[in-house]
């Protein structure tokens, strides 16, 4: 996947499972109590058994994108790392990649 000569770039995307929303059916069942205080999550939570995979299913349409147009990747959660022959291209891929993420509505750190 990575060549001699290739320029490699990192993506975090910041508080990445914050950026799904829940259906308001099922905020019911990401309930908890603090001190005397409820709460309920309406964005996906972190440490929700399901969470990954979830977000992943969500971030994999954009990486699918992404390779189709030849953008060589590796994903994990919320960290992408991307992989450009030149420079040019790395920086290239760069504004795309950031211009998709933020129509997806995610915020990169």
Do not use: C
């Not at 490699?8 to 309930?31: E, M």
């Not at 790392?81 to 933020?102: D, G, V």
Request: aromatic share 14%; no cysteine; net charge positive.
């Amino acid at each position: 996947l990575v060549q001699e000569g290739d320029w490699l770039f990192t993506i975090d995307l910041k508080s990445g499972y914050h950026h799904v929303d829940i259906h308001p059916a099922f905020w019911q069942f990401l309930r908890f109590s603090l001190q005397g205080q409820d709460y309920q999550f309406h964005s996906l939570p972190f440490g929700l058994a399901t969470a990954p995979f979830v977000f992943t299913q969500l971030i994999k349409q954009l990486t699918k994108r992404w390779r189709s147009r030849g953008i060589r990747l590796i994903q994990y959660v919320d960290d992408i790392l991307f992989i450009s022959a030149t420079r040019m291209k790395a920086l290239h891929n760069r504004s795309i990649i950031i211009a998709n993420l933020a129509a997806a509505g995610f915020v990169v750190n």
